[in-house]
């Protein structure tokens, strides 16, 4: 699917995440390295958190930030938003945000890519998980799913949310939206 084919959300509510493409030389590095560890070559390169009137909380290079959005939320070029595909509890949501909040300043890593493809190489654990796991820094896509796990939502129920990278968010996401309506 290319993100020019998505349709965009019109209200996305707090808690609700969006997987986005990033351009230039940094979104083709994420490309390429997520390719590497196996998630596919699609375009969603980068996840954050919305928060509500405009405001996301995202992972980033100097550490996990606040940012307005300077269009409205289904604006946004290309997003691809969990709204109306992963269901939240009102709860859930409020959690899901608070947890945002905490992890606010929380360092990111690039090497993370690189540990990841490692893992999914299947090259012999030299540490990769612990590395991932006590560094206490997350690329954006570990950012989200973080937060949804601390929140009780398992995005992938019996696996490690610290093996997520943003093609596999976007992959959760459309696997659900093209899922079969079970007949009642």
Known sequence: MRYRDVMPVTNPLPGDFACVP??????????????????????????????????????????????????????????????????????????????????????????????LTARRLHFPDVGVTDYIKTTRHMICSQYVAQCYFQSDVKLWPGRWTGYDTPMDLANLIIKRRDAPVAQL
């Open 22 to 115: 990033v351009a230039g030389q940094i979104g083709r590095l994420i490309r390429y390295a997520q390719w590497l560890d196996g998630t596919g070559r699609g375009n969603y390169q980068h996840a954050f958190i919305y928060m509500g009137g405009r405001e996301v909380i995202e992972a980033a290079p100097g550490g996990a930030r606040r940012r307005t959005l300077h269009t409205a939320p289904l604006d946004v070029p290309g997003a691809l938003w969990s709204s109306g595909v992963i269901d939240l509890t009102s709860k859930q949501r409020d959690m899901v945000c608070l947890w945002a909040e905490h992890y606010l300043g929380t360092p990111y890593s690039f090497l993370d890519y690189w540990a």
